[in-house]
Protein backbone atom coordinates (compact mmCIF):
# COMPACT_ATOMS: atom_id res chain seq x y z
CA UNK A 1 0.00 0.00 0.00
CA UNK A 2 2.78 2.32 0.75
CA UNK A 3 4.48 1.58 -2.37
CA UNK A 4 1.01 2.63 -4.33
CA UNK A 5 1.02 6.06 -2.20
CA UNK A 6 4.75 6.73 -3.62
CA UNK A 7 4.05 5.40 -7.05
CA UNK A 8 1.52 8.39 -7.52
CA UNK A 9 3.75 10.94 -6.24
CA UNK A 10 6.29 10.16 -8.55
CA UNK A 11 7.32 12.81 -10.60
CA UNK A 12 6.70 12.20 -14.61
CA UNK A 13 10.59 13.30 -15.43
CA UNK A 14 9.35 13.22 -19.77
CA UNK A 15 6.65 16.00 -18.88
CA UNK A 16 8.43 18.08 -16.42
CA UNK A 17 11.29 18.83 -18.88
CA UNK A 18 8.34 18.68 -21.89
CA UNK A 19 6.77 22.16 -20.23
CA UNK A 20 10.43 23.27 -19.24
CA UNK A 21 11.42 23.25 -22.76
CA UNK A 22 8.12 25.25 -23.94
CA UNK A 23 8.55 27.30 -21.26
CA UNK A 24 11.93 28.15 -22.25
CA UNK A 25 10.58 28.57 -26.44
CA UNK A 26 8.02 30.96 -25.48
CA UNK A 27 10.45 33.25 -23.44
CA UNK A 28 13.24 33.10 -25.67
CA UNK A 29 11.28 33.77 -29.51
CA UNK A 30 12.45 37.58 -29.41
CA UNK A 31 16.45 36.82 -28.54
CA UNK A 32 18.76 37.19 -31.58
CA UNK A 33 20.31 33.45 -32.87
CA UNK A 34 22.69 31.83 -30.58
CA UNK A 35 25.99 32.05 -32.20
CA UNK A 36 30.01 31.06 -31.19
CA UNK A 37 32.24 32.13 -33.45
CA UNK A 38 36.03 31.75 -32.64
CA UNK A 39 35.24 30.62 -29.33
CA UNK A 40 33.38 33.84 -28.54
CA UNK A 41 29.40 33.15 -27.71
CA UNK A 42 26.67 35.38 -27.48
CA UNK A 43 24.54 35.88 -24.95
CA UNK A 44 21.71 33.44 -26.13
CA UNK A 45 24.28 30.65 -26.52
CA UNK A 46 25.39 30.91 -22.82
CA UNK A 47 21.74 31.04 -22.01
CA UNK A 48 20.31 28.28 -23.95
CA UNK A 49 23.68 26.37 -22.72
CA UNK A 50 23.26 26.69 -19.53
CA UNK A 51 19.49 25.55 -19.99
CA UNK A 52 20.70 22.85 -21.59
CA UNK A 53 22.64 21.58 -18.47
CA UNK A 54 20.12 22.37 -16.07
CA UNK A 55 17.64 20.13 -18.05
CA UNK A 56 20.50 17.15 -18.31
CA UNK A 57 20.71 17.74 -14.31
CA UNK A 58 16.69 16.88 -14.56
CA UNK A 59 17.17 14.24 -17.18
CA UNK A 60 19.96 12.47 -15.24
CA UNK A 61 20.08 13.42 -12.17
CA UNK A 62 19.27 11.66 -8.53
CA UNK A 63 15.94 10.92 -7.84
CA UNK A 64 15.99 12.69 -4.30
CA UNK A 65 17.69 15.86 -6.04
CA UNK A 66 14.70 15.90 -9.27
CA UNK A 67 12.48 18.67 -7.25
CA UNK A 68 15.48 21.00 -6.37
CA UNK A 69 16.65 20.45 -9.81
CA UNK A 70 12.85 21.56 -11.02
CA UNK A 71 12.98 24.77 -9.00
CA UNK A 72 16.55 25.99 -10.07
CA UNK A 73 15.28 25.36 -13.83
CA UNK A 74 12.09 27.84 -12.68
CA UNK A 75 13.92 30.45 -11.18
CA UNK A 76 16.54 30.49 -14.33
CA UNK A 77 13.39 30.42 -16.28
CA UNK A 78 12.22 33.56 -14.20
CA UNK A 79 15.63 35.39 -14.70
CA UNK A 80 15.57 34.65 -18.54
CA UNK A 81 12.30 36.09 -18.26
CA UNK A 82 13.84 39.02 -17.42
CA UNK A 83 16.37 39.35 -19.32
CA UNK A 84 13.91 38.96 -22.46
CA UNK A 85 12.58 42.31 -21.03
CA UNK A 86 15.48 43.89 -23.01
CA UNK A 87 15.08 42.71 -26.29
Known amino acids: MA ?3 YQDKKIDVSSVTSYLKFSFQK ?3 DFPRA ?3 RGVANE ?3 IESEFAHLLDEIARGPEC ?3 HNI ?3 NE ?3 LVS ?3 KQY
Open 3 to 5: QER
Open 27 to 29: ITV
Open 35 to 37: NRE
Open 44 to 46: TYR
Open 65 to 67: LLT
Open 71 to 73: AKA
Open 76 to 78: FLD
Open 82 to 84: KVN
